[in-house]
């Protein structure tokens, strides 16, 4: 048996958006910057499905931009913030200490450039509390970053509680919502939301296609230059297929949300429960998390070699972000929520979707049991 288990790394691609996507490649496929009849099919279906987005998050089109993804979504956001943050002489951001390196690495070039850059560290429950945003917002401070959901360990930030105080304060809020889309309700202006990242590989979409949500009045510059696409805010032919696919699959994700957000979350559980049966085991982080993540911490085990054998025997899961995937360094994410080094290293991420089954969770629990039990007993 075969059981994909890191699904916060990337999802299927779901019936719906494939079957979206399909007409395009095959019959709407021109440039939708041509102005002939074919190319403007094609900036139809693109501006349909930005329209879609948008009503999804509570947005208007027009503040909706299409990316690559989500690394590319962040570092436009941070870097945009920065820059006219440095013409009016704000030059401190706050963000966070288990932020996605799609965040981090931004923020450590702004501090090469004379940046101060505060990272404020979350709880052992992985939740950073709106009082110490507060706390770190100076009058320089041009941009807070905090992200929607963890990667690894799934702990939902009070999201809404943190705009709150950055729209009080004046400061440019962004969150990378990237784990959360297809599984919390977003809505920006409910969250005082000034920027957000999506990325459509994690809610069943295809690779390769995201958006950058900007508020209306907050300017942001683009970091691909060449023509004036996406309103001159992102150069590059559109990706329209990609756009269609990722509108069809959060609309989905979104529509039947509930429904698979306890499905998921029984699954979890019932996978938590089995894993924790096993001596010497324990959670890495909180109850507050998204419904489909545990973060499992084993005693004794080097996770990489845990990794490796799960693999082996047909169950796929991650050591952590796959963005990370060959580092020989622990999970800074599991550090910043106080582990040590070594239950760090002791520690594999499983992530869960609606395509999972119960048959599919019970082998994995066995099969971990197994695997854990031959590794101990090998020392």
């Not at 941009?143 to 929607?148: A, C, G, H, R």
């Amino acid at each position: 048996m075969t059981v994909y288990l890191d699904n916060a790394a990337t999802t299927a691609l779901s019936g719906s958006a494939l079957s979206a996507m399909e007409p395009i490649f095959k019959e709407n496929f021109a440039n939708p910057s041509s102005s002939h009849s074919y190319g403007q099919r094609a900036k139809k279906a693109l501006e349909d499905s930005r329209k879609t987005i948008a009503g999804l998050i509570g947005a208007s089109p027009s503040e909706i931009t299409f990316t690559s993804g989500g690394s590319e979504s962040d570092c436009q956001a941070i870097l945009s913030a920065a820059k006219n943050g440095a013409e009016i002489g704000k030059t401190h951001v706050v963000s966070t200490a288990f932020e996605h390196h799609a965040v981090l690495k931004p923020l450590e070039k702004l501090q090469k450039e004379g940046f101060e850059v505060t990272l404020i560290s979350p709880d052992e429950n992985g939740i950073v509390s709106p009082e110490k945003v507060r706390r770190a917002i100076n009058e320089k401070t041009c941009l807070v970053s905090v992200m929607y959901a963890n990667n690894e360990i799934g702990a939902i930030q009070p999201v809404a509680e943190i705009g709150a105080v950055c729209r009080e304060q004046g400061v440019i809020f962004h969150t990378d919502a990237v784990q959360a889309a297809g599984y919390i309700k977003l809505d920006v202006d409910r969250d005082c939301v000034d920027m957000l990242t999506l990325s459509a590989h994690k809610f069943h979409g295809p690779k390769g296609i995201g958006a950058l949500y900007v508020r209306k009045g907050v300017p942001i510059d683009s970091v691909i230059l060449g023509g004036a696409q996406e309103r001159g805010k992102r150069a590059g032919t559109e990706n329209v297929a990609g756009a269609v696919g990722m509108a069809a699959a959060l609309e989905e994700a979104v529509s039947g949300m509930e429904q698979n957000n306890l499905y998921v979350k029984e699954l979890r559980d019932r996978l938590e429960a089995g894993l924790l049966s096993i001596p010497g085991t324990s959670v890495n982080g909180g109850a507050n998390r998204l419904p489909g993540t545990v973060n499992i911490c084993f005693d004794g085990i080097e996770g990489e070699a845990l990794l490796f054998l799960l693999d082996s025997r047909g169950v796929c899961v991650s050591a952590g972000s796959a963005c990370a995937s060959g580092s020989l360094e622990p999970s800074h994410v599991l550090l910043a929520i106080g582990k040590t080094r070594e239950q760090a290293k002791s520690s594999l991420r499983f992530t869960l979707s609606r395509e999972n089954t119960r048959e599919e969770i019970d082998y994995a629990i066995e099969t971990t049991r197994e695997l854990v039990s031959k590794l101990r007993e090998a020392k």
